[in-house]
């Protein structure tokens, strides 16, 4: 069983910068982070495999990081030059078997957090 935990939601203005961690029994082979906005659906935003191939939806490339760090086993993402409209409830994401590359399917996880809230004002 993989139980991860979030954590360093926060608000910020725009521009500003956060960083999130999930802390997870054990790091897997494919791990990400996704993100629900008020009226949304959820949405792949970061994902990493075993090999730290990494993978970012189009409107956070260049902003934001995904990495890990093996001996505290948590996933971590980065996020600078916040915009109003990345507001959202983030998750961190496990998914139990193996993935080349790194996925952005919410389907494809089998392990949530309860989530963290990250709130960008103009």
């Known amino acids: 069983q993989v139980h991860p935990v979030e954590s360093g939601g926060g608000s910020v203005q725009a521009g500003g910068s956060l960083r999130l961690s999930c802390v997870v029994s054990?790091?897997?082979?494919?791990m990400g982070w996704f993100r629900q906005g008020p009226g949304k659906e959820r949405e792949g935003v970061a994902s990493?495999?075993?090999?730290?191939?990494?993978k970012y939806a189009d409107s956070v490339k260049g902003r934001f990081t995904i990495s890990q760090d093996t001996a505290k086993n948590t996933l971590y993402l980065e996020m600078n030059a916040l915009k109003p409209e990345d507001t959202a409830m983030y998750y961190c994401?496990?998914?139990?078997?193996?993935?080349?590359?790194?996925?952005?399917?919410?389907?494809?996880?089998?392990?949530w957090g309860q989530g963290t809230q990250v709130t960008v004002s103009s």
């Open positions: 994401a496990v998914k139990a078997t193996y993935c080349s590359g790194g996925s952005l399917m919410v389907s494809e996880y089998n392990y």
């Open positions: 054990r790091l897997t082979n494919c």
């Open positions: 990493t495999d075993r090999f730290v191939h990494l």
